[in-house]
């Protein structure tokens, strides 16, 4: 069996309020802490790079699309 190995991310807190990390060899998946049964993104190096620049510069928000 070839059983992901998820990291919770540091800001996380103790609020289970944010997304564990899975990396794997050619991606890296994505799933929400407080709903770990419902489903991942997975991403190539490349795009979670770009997902990750668009993260830190404040351009997601909860009114963004």
């Not at 800001?11 to 309020?17: I, K, T």
């Amino acid at each position: 069996m070839n059983e992901k190995t998820w990291r919770t991310s540091s800001y996380s807190g103790n609020a289970n309020n944010c997304v564990e990390l899975a990396i794997r060899p050619s991606l890296i998946d994505v799933r929400d802490t407080k709903n770990r049964d419902g489903g991942s993104l997975a991403f190539g190096a490349a795009r979670f790079g770009s997902f990750l620049a668009v993260v830190r510069s404040g351009g997601l928000s909860s009114g963004t699309r």
